[in-house]
């Protein structure tokens, strides 16, 4: 199962639609959830249309949250839309093999075995999840508890029965990058003791862009069409995300 986790404020200035580009990441089997971390006020009411649209359309769920609960629903987030994806494929066969509406339809003691087998299908079966960090301006305050979220979602992810991967990505990039990768595909969650030390935060929002080069990276695992991702590079200005993990 692959998904993108967005974190973002919403508000997209850049490119095309998130809206689309996640609906597009839906036909590819890419669930597209979002978290968002919105301030009060138009901008915040924007942003949050924004958030749901973009989740409705990539088949995925959205949430909005403070800082102090980012971990918390980015887990969450993760693992329930595990057990739909697992519930929607298991009531696509019911239909298929009995022609009924699914689980529904089951009997009581029939149901509840059916919701045992997703329940533990949901935490055996493999996973990919890439985060994608909104590093617009707008976003700097929310940089510290983004950091630590991954973190305690990494260790979340570690403690699933089946082989969870994690890769990391944030967007704009230095030099006008839709996305840059910070962190490629680990499944050894629990040693990677931290992903950025520092991120210049910069004014554009090209979320739509910044989705579908995630797209390209499940696609083709690279983040062009040239075959070449855009990895971070350390400089004397202190530009970009500086990836500093164990693996």
């Not at 924004?50 to 102090?68: R, V, Y």
Request: overall charge negative; glycine content about 10%; hydrophobic content about 40%.
């Amino acid at each position: 199962m692959r998904q993108i986790m967005l974190i973002t404020d919403g508000c997209s200035n850049v490119g095309d639609s998130p809206v689309l580009a996640a609906a597009l990441a839906r036909q590819e089997g890419i669930t597209v959830n979002v978290v968002g971390i919105i301030d009060y006020g138009t901008i915040g009411e924007l942003g949050s249309q924004e958030i749901s649209e973009i989740a409705k359309a990539g088949g995925g769920m959205s949430q909005l949250t403070g800082t102090d609960r980012l971990a918390q629903t980015m887990q969450m987030l993760t693992r329930k839309t595990v057990v739909q994806t697992v519930q929607q494929a298991v009531n696509r066969e019911l239909r298929q093999i009995l022609g009924s509406n699914g689980i529904e339809d089951l009997p009581p003691d029939k149901r509840s075995q059916v919701v045992e087998v997703i329940d533990d299908f949901s935490e055996s079966s493999s996973l990919q999840v890439a985060l994608l960090i909104d590093a617009s301006a707008s976003m700097k305050p929310k940089l510290a508890a983004v950091e630590e979220a991954i973190r305690d979602m990494m260790l979340s992810l570690g403690a699933r029965k089946g082989q969870s991967q994690l890769a990391v990505f944030h967007f704009p990039g230095p030099r006008g990058e839709d996305a840059v990768l910070d962190l490629d595909w680990t499944i050894d969650l629990g040693s990677a003791r931290s992903i950025f030390q520092r991120l210049v935060m910069r004014g554009a929002t090209p979320t739509g862009p910044a989705i579908k080069q995630v797209m390209e990276f499940f696609r083709y695992g690279t983040l062009d069409r040239n075959g070449k991702v855009a990895w971070p590079e350390e400089s004397d200005e202190g530009e970009g995300m500086l990836g500093d993990y164990v693996v």
